[in-house]
């Protein structure tokens, strides 16, 4: 299995840019999360979902979208990408609810300049 | 906001036993306890969970005390390649609702010195 997949692994955007980052798991999990983490920071819920179709948001949404239209991907999207929002960014996904594990992709690192 | 508090750091020597401590005070009986660690910057990896019995697996030990107000996270036997930044997490069991999402705290730096 490949487990959590994320694209892509390095990213430079410009001020006021748009770029999707793709998170796919091949795990049949409901369950999937987008998490950003600043240099020296623990990891910060953007946005989730616990099945297709159903997003909600997470401790700091703002200025990020995602959907939700198959199990398999939760794509994260930049509408205008600004310096605030340089980050290493992770997917996450599992069963939902508890007694199971999460797994985790290896990061996305976005700068934006 | 995170729901478990743990010190910010720690440091153990190689091949000693590395204890690191967690309080959850407010925690739900359908609340588990999950230890994740990240080495370096990689995406965080799963350790161990718990309810409320003790559990043990090859990588590390949990003890959740009887209130289940606090747990401690044992590595019986800490190499260099444990140092990591640990996160203990509490995380509802079983509903696809909000209640399911994964809260991270700032976690344990733990150091292993030679």
């Known amino acids: 299995n490949a487990g959590v997949t994320q694209t892509p692994k390095f990213q430079v955007l410009k001020t006021g840019q748009s770029m999707t980052l793709q998170c796919a798991q091949d795990?049949?999990?409901?369950?999937m999360s987008w998490y950003r983490q600043d240099p020296g920071m623990g990891l910060r819920l953007i946005h989730y979902?616990?099945?297709?179709?159903?997003?909600d948001q997470g401790e700091v949404p703002n200025g990020y979208n995602v959907s939700r239209s198959t199990t398999e991907d939760f794509p994260l999207r930049l509408l205008s990408a600004a310096p605030s929002q340089t980050s290493v960014y992770f997917c996450?996904?599992?069963?939902?609810?508890?007694?199971?594990?999460?797994?985790f992709g290896q990061g996305t690192r976005l700068t934006v300049v | 906001d995170a729901k478990t508090t743990q010190p910010p750091s720690m440091d153990c020597a190689e091949g000693r036993a590395a204890n690191l401590p967690c309080n959850h005070s407010?925690?739900?009986?359908?609340?588990?306890v999950y230890w994740y660690r990240q080495i370096h910057s990689q995406g965080p990896q799963y350790i161990i969970h718990?309810?409320?019995n003790n559990e043990t697996n090859e990588m590390a030990s949990l003890i959740i005390t009887e209130d289940r107000k606090s747990s401690t996270l044992i590595l019986p036997h800490a190499t260099l390649r444990d140092t990591a930044v640990y996160y203990c997490?509490?995380?509802?069991?079983?509903?696809?609702?909000?209640?399911?999402?994964?809260?991270f705290g700032s976690g344990t730096r733990l150091s292993i010195r030679p």
């Open positions: 996450a996904s599992s069963l939902a609810g508890g007694d199971t594990e999460a797994f």
């Open positions: 795990m049949n999990h409901e369950y």
């Open positions: 979902s616990v099945g297709a179709g159903i997003t």
């Open positions: 407010t925690i739900s009986g359908n609340e588990y």
């Open positions: 718990g309810l409320k």
């Open positions: 997490i509490v995380r509802v069991a079983g509903v696809y609702s909000s209640a399911s999402k994964i809260i």
